[in-house]
């Protein structure tokens, strides 16, 4: 039981003991309903068919609302993405979630990804525009530069969402390599 | 090699970070006087570190650290700068550099030279100008570096080598002239010459260092593949 809990993120081997004696000790319904949520998880969740995100549906909800603008897709890294993009209110497009990034040192490529897949959802013929929102990391980066020549080849519009000073955020607070990047991608105003 | 240590402003690459517990990270840094160093910088993956945007890949860092065993820990981080950042092609050619480096390169072994050619290679990459030339001098100092230097301007017997005659590179030995057409793959004297002399302006010379540098980089890296390579090869394949 240690070692099967020791597979989550942060969990050591003394974490993983101290759980494992919590719950056969303290909290032994705890336990039964953590092992049922569980089981009960990987049963009925799997990827949407058309956004990649978890649903228990073949395709989620999200995809099948019909107040979303098909003509957007937006795609993104992780899940968590996906809930930083709903709080801005300002997003009533669809989404892809692409479950990693480009990262070459451990081996993740496009075939780890399914490129092929986003490809494929993106030309749907709806699809006006592809949105590229992962991470302003060297990771990031990368997978939006591949993404961005593969759906241009395809003849789809591609953009990518803005980096810079924070809203509300003075100059002197902001880390110099943002200022930088800032400087450098400056528009006319 | 693990004596105690105390660092201060030391110029550094991030090569490579994975997570560690909940809110850190392990840094593989290449340093240009302490070689590749093993750091774990304590909550740089807190929502508002400090760190976030001063940890960041292919772009000149100065450390500082401290710590006396296998894994340093990171005391000071700030950016350097000055380059901009590596974007497409040329950051997966960087990956690529990266990788050779922690595949190759042990550590905390100071390699000054090989820290000065990696910081112009990027630079290069960053440029977007002919990345070539700055590739094949990475990897030639990369081996030298390493104690596997190339033989180029003689032959595996000592003699000069012949710009007219065509050469077969037999690994820690050097090249030896192929008489009449052995079915082996062979380069021309001349590419060794321009290697040699750092010249890399003529096209054949670019395809035929490459390959040769292919083959010894393969031979110690003991054959097993390039991760970045084969994600750079697959990416081409769309």
Request: proline share 4%.
């Amino acid at each position: 039981m240690v070692e099967a809990l020791r597979c989550l993120p942060g969990v050591g081997p003394k974490s993983a003991q101290r759980m494992a004696y919590h719950l056969l000790q303290h909290d032994r319904h705890g336990a039964k309903r953590l092992a049922a949520a569980l089981s009960g998880a990987l049963e009925v969740l799997h990827h949407c068919s058309r956004c990649n995100n978890f649903t228990e549906q073949e395709i989620c909800e999200r995809c099948l609302s019909s107040r979303r603008d098909p003509s957007q897709l937006c795609v993104i890294e992780m899940p968590v993405d996906l809930n930083s993009m709903e709080l801005t209110h300002a997003y009533n497009g669809l989404y892809y979630v692409l479950m990693g990034r480009l990262s070459p040192l451990d081996g993740v490529g496009p075939r780890e990804l399914a490129f092929e897949r986003l490809l494929q959802r993106a030309g749907d013929g709806l699809v006006k525009e592809v949105i590229l929102a992962t991470n302003y990391t060297n990771e990031g980066e990368a997978t939006a530069h591949y993404l961005s020549e593969m759906l241009r080849a395809r003849g789809i519009r591609v953009s990518r969402i803005a980096r810079g000073v924070p809203v509300g955020g003075e100059l002197e607070f902001t880390d110099a390599a943002t200022v930088a990047q800032a400087l450098i991608e400056r528009r006319d105003y | 090699m693990s004596a105690k240590q105390r660092v201060d402003a030391q110029p550094a690459f991030l090569l490579h970070s994975r997570p560690y517990s909940e809110t850190s990270l392990v840094l593989d840094v290449f340093s240009r006087d302490y070689g590749r160093v093993a750091l774990l910088a304590r909550g740089a993956r807190r929502p508002r570190s400090a760190l976030r945007g001063v940890l960041i890949g292919f772009q000149g860092l100065e450390l500082g650290w401290f710590g006396g065993g296998e894994v340093k820990t990171l005391a000071r981080a700030e950016w350097q700068g000055g380059q901009p950042l590596l974007a497409g092609r040329g950051l997966l050619l960087g990956y690529y550099l990266n990788e050779l480096l922690v595949r190759l390169l042990p550590r905390e072994d100071g390699h000054p030279l090989l820290f000065d050619a990696y910081a112009s290679a990027l630079a290069a990459l960053a440029g977007g100008a002919g990345d070539a030339p700055e590739l094949r001098r990475f990897e030639q100092i990369l081996l030298r570096e390493i104690g596997y230097g190339l033989s180029l301007a003689h032959d595996a017997e000592g003699a000069a080598v012949d710009g007219q005659l065509r050469y077969r590179y037999l690994v820690e030995r050097g090249p030896i002239p192929v008489r009449g057409d052995e079915g082996m793959p062979s380069l021309s004297g001349k590419t060794l010459l321009d290697m040699a002399a750092d010249d890399y302006r003529d096209p054949c010379t670019q395809a035929e260092s490459k390959g040769l540098m292919r083959q010894l980089l393969a031979h110690y890296l003991n054959g097993k593949p390039l991760q970045s390579r084969r994600v750079f090869m697959e990416l081409q394949e769309f």
